[in-house]
């Protein structure tokens, strides 16, 4: 089925492990989103791409890696986890960066570093 | 920069009661206006939106006025029910593509039957 799908749904890991969550959109947007979500923060952007290969930092990049090698997927990599990026986080993929175009959702990945 | 500001939550109503979630903005320009709504265990989905000054937005019995004078896009509807519970999230879409797409802290809502 054509969207945007975002795995695993949850998952727990250690403080100091390197953690990648994964985002895949099967409608070929351009653009594709990183947030976070915390009780009191709301949604935080952590990164952006605007195309394939092209990436940029977003409120709160710190700890975060990204890429864009194909235009399909965006994963977000934790390099070295700390508790304070427990956390859901949401991918999102839009088609342009028009007045008209709405961000479409995945369904998040919880995240638990213990 | 740009920045959202919403009504804090949660917020508690009976059902068939007037619904208003305040929101206003800081932007360049005329920014695009959205709201999205989360339902529990889901991501966020687009609710409903308008593009310049005076348009209004609506969807599913809300609505929303892009109000330029006082930069703000209240969301409304006039009688909720338990199935509006979720979480609201008002959205400037800014014109300038350095700018970064930055949501609102969300509103909760709890409609009680």
């Keep these: ?114 | 920069g740009n920045s959202v500001t919403q009504m804090e939550g949660p917020v508690t109503l009976s059902e068939e009661a007037f619904l208003t979630i305040n929101c206003t903005y800081t932007a360049t320009g005329y920014p695009s206006l959205f709201w999205y709504v989360q339902y529990p265990g889901e991501g966020l989905q687009l609710l409903l939106k308008a593009t310049k000054a005076d348009d209004k937005g609506s969807n599913k019995g809300f609505e929303a006025t892009y109000r330029k004078e006082t930069t703000s896009f209240h969301l409304e509807k006039g009688s909720v029910q338990v199935s509006d519970s979720a979480v609201y999230f008002c959205a400037p879409l800014p014109k300038n593509r350095d700018d970064k797409i930055i949501f609102g802290k969300g509103t909760r809502l709890h409609i009680l039957p």
């Design chain 1, 1 to 114: 089925d054509a969207g945007i799908t975002q795995s695993p749904r949850y998952k727990i890991t250690e403080t100091g492990r390197q953690v990648t969550l994964m985002c895949h959109q099967t409608w070929s947007h351009s653009y594709m989103f990183w947030y976070r979500q915390d009780l009191g923060h709301g949604l935080r952007l952590i990164y952006y791409s605007a195309a394939a290969d092209i990436t940029d930092k977003g409120e709160v990049p710190d700890g975060y890696v990204v890429s864009r090698s194909k235009t399909e997927n965006f994963p977000l990599t934790l390099e070295s986890a700390t508790r304070s990026q427990t956390s859901v986080y949401f991918c999102a993929s839009s088609d342009s960066f028009s007045y008209n175009s709405p961000l479409h959702f995945g369904n998040g990945t919880r995240l638990t570093v213990t």
